[in-house]
């Protein structure tokens, strides 16, 4: 017995979650996407995972490098999650963007509320997607609240 596809996608819409971008660079190529996948997995090594579908331009980057970054945005970069998920800006995802460049060789977006540099641990076979686990080598912090996603939509934090 399946579950039906939208029966499986109206659950997990119910899962509220951080919004990030995660950039890579290979070759003078920069690029990034769009991740609510993120999730923290080990302590000790320090190791992060993030879930991309096989055929996104981004994961070919990760892959040929090594390396990549997680831009966690705070509460007033919806806008910077549209366009990092937007087809519309797939060939000059960068372009516009404030950012610098990480010790890795990864774009660091300007506003995040932290900035994670990761080296490929491992990564996995998960379906129509792969698990990508990162093994942190340095971090930056940044202030505010987080941009939160929800059901769809975008949310802010709201005290109980
Ligand atoms: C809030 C939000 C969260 C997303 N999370 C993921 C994710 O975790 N994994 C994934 O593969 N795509 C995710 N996407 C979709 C990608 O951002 C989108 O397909 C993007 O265009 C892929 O870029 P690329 O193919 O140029 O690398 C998400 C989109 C949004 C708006």
Redesign the pocket.
Known sequence: MSIAEEDFKAALARWASG?TVVTAAHDGVL?G??????TSVSLSPPLIS????R?????PLIESSGHFAVNVLGAEQAAV??H????RT?SD?LGGQTFSMGTLGCPLLAGALAHLQCKVFAIYPGGD?VIVLGEVATSQLGEGDPLL?FNGAYRALRAP
Do not use: K, P
Not at 33 to 38: I, L, N, P, V, W
Not at 84 to 87: I, P
């Open positions: 919004v690029h996407m769009t991740a609510s996948s993120f993030i879930c991309l579908d055929g996104t331009r981004t994961l999650s549209n990092f998920a937007s087809s797939e995802r997607h996603y």
